[in-house]
């Protein structure tokens, strides 16, 4: 049993930055592929990136969005920058037991609560 919080949301203007930080519990925390997604009002749960040995972004946050891990400290974050009014979301990150970097969100076993991101224009 995996259990994720995240943290790190808030206000930001166009352009600023943003960093979330998501908590693991279990001391299995390095086998786990996790990733971010986020969700807006209206619209379904998107894929933002991934990290296991490699990181995977989608097109609309890559050279904005950073993902990294500290297995020590078993967390994940989400360092985002150039921020714009469409990354509004509350974003959630996920474990996945497959390891590896995974795409799909059926393919995570735990989620987060989420937190919200507002970016103002």
């Known amino acids: 049993q995996v259990q994720l919080v995240e943290s790190g949301g808030g206000l930001v203007q166009a352009g600023g930055s943003l960093r979330l930080s998501c908590a693991a519990s279990g001391r299995t925390f390095s086998s786990y592929g996790m990733g971010w997604f986020r969700q807006a009002p209206g619209k379904e749960r998107e894929f933002v990136g991934a990290i296991n040995w490699r990181t995977y972004y989608a097109d609309s946050v890559k050279g904005r969005f950073t993902i990294s891990r500290n297995n020590a400290k078993n967390t994940v974050y989400l360092q985002m920058n150039s921020l714009k009014p469409e990354d509004t979301a509350v974003y959630y990150c996920?474990?996945?037991?497959?390891?590896?970097?995974?795409?799909?969100?059926?393919?995570?076993?735990?989620w987060g609560q989420g937190t919200q991101v507002t970016v103002s224009s």
């Open positions: 996920a474990a996945s037991a497959l390891g590896g970097t995974n795409l799909a969100a059926r393919e995570y076993d735990y």
